[in-house]
């Protein structure tokens, strides 16, 4: 990987960034079928936690993985997690919606995810969730100058340009690197906040225990992501949208709704 056997090609330029793009903007790019979905908000999310806009407390020592279908014991690990909004200071367009859809779902500022996840059980909640999805969604693209099929010089009519398949290259170059314990080790992050973003972008690429496991878990973000945080929320979220009621679907807004767990607990 990586051609280890070739030390003229390993440096620690791999641990370099290849564009300045948004931890959302780079899932979109480089996923199947460049669309948003709810992976894009709990990206936010995730995000929102590490700068401290969202507080999060988590009452358990052991790290945690959800299985194929949640359990009982998932909902009760659910429980141990609390978020609390507490959002100071300037926040982009995007930031500000993802954390008012979080708001009116919850009806209140400080909230855990089990009790998250009963209330997308219910239709009046799934509903106003899929608008306030939708809204952010906009923001997103409007933010990133993104119409789902054109961004940058890097996606055009939808397919990667010259510069985009160049960029996504790279960007596998830093994936093999977040996942390759023999980089990780030679070249480490060098810094509590680098740990952290590395492991954010690892969950761009849906490898962020991957990563965390052969980092640090020294932060609350990455304390969130050894609880599987960042794949429960992706089953909330894509929860509420299946539970939207059937004359409001068809309308487009429906993205990337794929994980089918059953959340017990429904109003």
Known sequence: MLGLNNKNQVDESFK?????????????LFSKNNKIGVNALSLTILDLINKGQIKCDIDLDDSYGVGKKLTPEDMEVMKKITLRI????????????????????????KFNLKSMAKQTNITSIANKFADDFNEFVRALKNENDYDGENYKDILQNAKLTSRGKEIKKEWKKFQDYLKSKELTEKYPPESVEENSMQILYGACFGIERDALEIRQNNTILTDFIDKDGYKLLNIIFNNALLNVNTKRKGTGIFYGVNDKYTIPGGG
């Open 16 to 28: 370099n960034l290849p564009s300045d793009d948004s931890y959302t903007m780079v899932s979109v």
């Open 86 to 109: 507490s959002n100071k200071g300037e926040l982009k367009t995007s930031e500000t919606l993802a954390i008012n859809l979080l708001k009116n779902m919850n009806k209140n500022k």
